[in-house]
């Protein structure tokens, strides 16, 4: 545990809400208006918070616990990654499996939120939400595991650390694969386009948004940020995969991540304006597609 | 191993008293209750005692019989076993007790909880048996009181249907078993272990048939794909602290099963290892996948076991693959996660079926789309199923997670061994697995517990009674206490896994100081986790308490009418993952103008058991007219048969003889 990991959580903690505002930045600028400012979820979080809140009379203690749950899982999971680019604030081998499973546990308990209310939209919601995870879910771990095959480690310090910076030269095209496959992997974990669209009004055709239709005041606010986190968390898993940093010092090694993570929300913000959200049924061939790349670099590393 | 004999004899004494008793109901519970759990209490003792490094000496009995003497015995395998087979047996024992009362009228409910003890008896002899002559026939004991506790509704033709089906796959199972005994019997003097196991170098192609008869016969037992076809129907129709344990504790013999024979043969072939592997992997995925489709709440549950034996036959697979290819550290792990994989889904699955007997009690209905709102109705059961669900997904910070943990490290491992490598990708394998429990229990729940009552039956429930709650949160608090103090159980795992390699002390001191510092990280992580989530709802409770808050009808976009029948239900709940794995999930979809049924089919019973049951039935009606009652063609076939034996025997004596 060191302080420079401490202020790369709190940091990484404090940016989260920066990025969904930068990719909408983005996607508006490319398309011509003008759009809201960066810093526009931190104003609605604020606002949010200092609200009172509705609940439905189905709900039970389960729709009010979850948004906690969501936040608390995320921050959890920001104690493996080496933010600093030196290692994470809680490491141990095997640590990777308990990021994924963090973040898993968030998603379980948001989604018994949605079915709480006994709304046919939350549900619908809910249902896509765990179609979408079942999906992603390999595509994470065949990434991870490439990671793994590359590096010889086991943690997340470890196989995001200097192992991985000497791999680059002689597994460029695997590794290639890799991140983009992981970057897939993001635009889903993130409910981003094209597979989910976080600017949609219709409720039939929204995956994260229709989930939290009846929270309100913090509870909303919890479960907004909870969300931008988990962006935020999985942005960091591609930046130190494409940029390992264990080479800089922590305070260089951080600067980069926040730029990497801004540039990779502005990624989205361009994938958002060039392309359409995909049918619903079509979401898993995408998915998949990412599986297969993951597996791809797999298996260049099986073979090697 | 005489605390041991004598925990067993009070568990079969407290099943005389229950029937002996069983016109004073109250008094026969009592007596039944306090015998049993006194039993289980005294025969874990001398388990306990090995797994932490003691050692029991054996009890010789000499037999005469054919097969040598019997021998009963505990090792660390049999001692990790029994300690699964007594806390899960008396959890269901004495749920069963509450559970059956209100049947006492017209089912013979005291001959039920006898078998109970019975059934608990021969288990616990299953995994103490030394030779091969007491092991069988504790094993056919055990399946054969099996069938009759699964029966007990016989009254409905789908559960005697069920117990048919049953019984047809365990003694298929067994014919396998005996064969392989005999066979291996060719090589040794007598059929105890110890001279099965020198006797093993003899068994020509590294004991190849040996292998594959243990995964033909232990695996219809565990319940592998595709060997597992009685098992959805056979749990779904047993008396639901029967499935918990049928569930929790009798298929896993098929997975001691297995353990044994790698402790007797050695190391098994290269072959063997894959085979289990990809079995593992197959029997996961299709087995969480046939859960999703199902529409009955036990049956779900009953697949969900086909997917944990996938996950624990993982653990299995590649610890072989460790042994094979000498890497002592990946076999102690794979080995140490699949019992430990096994003790902590008896833990859980046990917990959920009795949840599920709770919500059938209180409702009398096990169809998902029929329930709903029961969180409100029955919140302690509720509390005790999350706590089930949270488990079996595999989720920090219950004792899932610390299993599949397990599993992951030993398959992550393999990317050391070059040889093995290519094992490392069941790695996404179980995290497909994982996502896919994870949807189907956001289904159980949010079906059977969440929303509202979709019937009047719904409506109607009511908390069940505490003795039943009782041994739901004891399964329950033993969940948590593994997730957060994982080490109470992971060593006494290592320790077995070791003892399963036959690698001893080195490798099991280098297994243990592999995962010791991860233990630890995972239970900060637990308690974390716990107290952190505490700390975040107090904390959430009074920035709310200054804020007004009110209580209104669920959004429904406007539309102000939302009735019961307008929530999601399980069906469309898993739609569209079934419709993504639309070949192999195997559900018929029923599309009207105004409605959408889903019917789920088991591969292989529906489309493959029964089509070539039918055949064979025919083909046997050609051979009904050899036996048409009369005396007289009798004899005439008896005469037949004994010449052409004199025939033989002459014949044999021709050859043989000087």
């Known amino acids: 545990m060191s302080w420079s990991g401490i202020a790369a959580v709190a940091i990484v903690l404090f940016i989260a809400p920066l990025l969904p505002g930068l990719a909408a930045k983005t996607k508006a600028r490319l398309t011509g208006r003008r759009g809201a400012p960066v810093h526009q979820l931190y104003w609605d979080l604020a606002r949010l918070w200092r609200k009172g809140a509705v609940y439905s009379r189905t709900t039970t203690w389960i729709f009010r616990f979850a948004p906690v749950v969501l936040v608390l899982t995320g921050v959890l999971a920001a104690l493996f990654l080496p933010l600093d680019g030196q290692r994470g604030v809680v490491t141990f081998s095997g640590d990777l499996v308990a990021f994924a499973y963090l973040l898993a546990l968030g998603r379980f308990f948001v989604v018994l939120a949605a079915l709480d209310t006994g709304s046919s939209f939350e549900g619908m919601g809910a249902s896509r939400e765990v179609t979408v995870a079942a999906f992603a879910e390999p595509a994470l771990f065949l990434a991870l595991v490439a990671l793994v095959l590359a590096t010889g480690r086991l943690s997340l310090t470890g196989i995001l650390g200097a192992p991985l910076a000497h791999a680059w030269p002689a597994a460029a095209p695997a590794l290639a694969m890799v991140a983009v496959s992981l970057f897939l992997v993001l635009l889903a974990e993130g409910s981003r386009v094209p597979v989910d669209d976080p600017a949609t009004h219709l409720e039939l055709t929204m995956i994260h948004e229709v989930m939290v239709l009846d929270h309100s005041g913090p509870d909303l606010a919890l479960l907004l940020y909870g969300s931008a986190l988990k962006l935020a968390l999985v942005g960091a898993l591609v930046v130190a995969v494409i940029a390992p940093r264990a080479a800089l010092p922590p305070l260089v090694g951080l600067a980069v991540l926040v730029l990497g993570l801004m540039v990779v929300a502005g990624i989205i913000g361009v994938v958002e304006s060039v392309m359409a959200r995909l049918r619903l049924d079509r979401v898993p061939q995408f998915l998949t597609a990412a599986s297969v790349l993951a597996a791809l670099g797999v298996i260049l590393m099986l073979v090697a | ?658």
């Not at chain 2, 008094?27 to 039993?39: D, E, N, R, T």
């Not at chain 2, 068994?203 to 565990?222: H, R």
């Not at chain 2, 009652?629 to 050859?655: F, N, P, W």
Request: charged share 10%; proline share 5%; net charge positive.
């Open chain 2, 1 to 658: 191993m005489t605390l041991f004999f004598l925990g067993i004899a009070s568990v079969l004494l407290g099943g005389l008293s229950a029937l002996a008793l069983r016109r004073q109901a109250s008094l026969a519970a009592i007596a039944f209750g306090v015998l049993v759990g006194l039993g289980c209490a005294l025969a874990v003792v001398p388990a306990i005692r090995v797994l932490a490094g003691g050692v029991v000496p054996d009890l010789r009995l000499s037999a005469a019989v054919p097969g040598g003497d019997w021998v009963f015995g505990v090792d660390p395998l049999s001692a990790f076993f029994l300690v699964i087979v007594l806390t899960v047996g008396a959890a269901s024992a004495l749920y069963g007790i509450s559970y059956l009362a209100p049947e006492a009228e017209h089912r013979p409910v005291a001959a039920s909880h006898l078998l109970m003890s019975l059934e608990i008896a021969s288990l616990a002899m299953v995994v103490t048996a030394r030779a091969a002559m007491p092991f069988l026939i504790a094993w056919e004991c055990m399946a054969v009181l099996a069938y009759f506790l699964i029966v007990f509704e016989s009254d409905h033709a789908e559960v005697r249907r069920a117990g048919l089906v049953y019984l047809i796959g365990t003694h298929t199972g067994t014919l396998a078993l005996i064969a392989l005994f005999a066979f291996w019997a060719q090589f040794a003097g007598n059929l105890s272990f110890d001279a099965l196991a020198a006797a093993s170098p003899r068994i020509p192609a590294e004991g190849a048939l040996v292998f594959a008869l243990g995964v033909a016969g232990f695996g219809f037992k565990a319940g592998l794909v595709p060997l597992h076809f009685w098992l959805p129907g056979a749990h779904g129709a047993a008396p639901s602290h029967v499935s918990a344990l049928m569930s929790g504790v009798v298929i896993k013999m098929g997975i001691y099963g297995l353990l044994r024979l790698v402790i007797l043969v050695g190391a098994p072939p290269a072959w063997w290892g894959w085979l289990v592997l990809s079995l593992g992997l197959i029997s996961g995925v299709l087995g969480v996948l046939w859960a999703l489709a199902q529409h009955d709440l036990k049956r779900l549950l009953a697949y969900h076991s086909v997917e944990n034996i996938g996950i624990i036959l993982l653990g299995l697979g590649i610890g072989a693959l460790g042994l094979r290819y000498h890497a002592p550290v990946v076999a102690v792990l794979g080995f140490a996660g699949a019992v430990l994989h096994t003790l902590n889904h008896a833990l859980f699955k046990s917990l959920l079926f009795l949840g599920a007997g709770a919500v059938l009690r209180a409702t009398g209905t096990r169809l998902m789309d029929r329930l709903g709102g029961l969180a409100r109705r029955m919140p302690f059961t509720w509390t005790a199923f999350l706590i089930g669900s949270v488990a079996i997904v595999g989720l920090p910070p219950l004792n899932g997670f610390v299993s599949e943990w397990v599993v992951y490290q030993a398959l992550l491992g393999s990317a050391q061994v070059p040889a093995a490598r290519a094992a490392i990708l069941a790695v996404p394998g179980l995290a497909l697995i994982g996502a896919l429990a994870l949807a189907c229990f956001a289904k159980v729940g949010g079906a059977v517990f969440l929303g509202r009552p979709r019937s009047p039956a719904a409506e109607a429930g009511g908390e069940v009674p505490r003795s039943m709650l009782g041994p739901m949160f004891a399964l329950a608090l033993a969940c948590a206490a593994i997730g957060v103090a994982p080490m109470i159980a992971v060593v006494p795992a290592i320790r077995v896994g070791a003892s399963i390699g036959g690698l001893g002390g080195g490798p099991m001191r280098a297994a243990a100081a592999a995962v010791g510092p991860s233990l630890l990280g995972i239970s900060l992580l637990a308690v974390l986790l716990v107290v952190l989530a505490g700390a975040g709802w107090w904390l959430r409770e009074l920035v709310l308490r200054r804020r007004p808050r009110a209580w209104s009808d669920t959004w429904a976009c406007g539309y102000a009418f939302a009735t019961p029948r307008m929530q999601y239900t399980a069906a469309s709940f898993a739609a569209p993952l079934l419709h993504a794995y639309a070949p192999a999930a195997g559900v018929q979809v029923e599309r009207t103008a105004g409605a959408f049924h889903t019917h789920p089919k088991d591969l292989v019973l529906d489309r493959l058991v029964l089509p070539l049951w039918e055949r064979l039935r025919r083909g046997a009606f050609r051979a009904r007219p050899i036996q048409h009652g009369r005396l007289g063609s009798y004899l005439l076939y008896l005469l037949g048969a004994l010449l052409l034996l004199l025939l033989y025997l002459a014949v044999r004596v021709e050859g043989v003889g000087p």
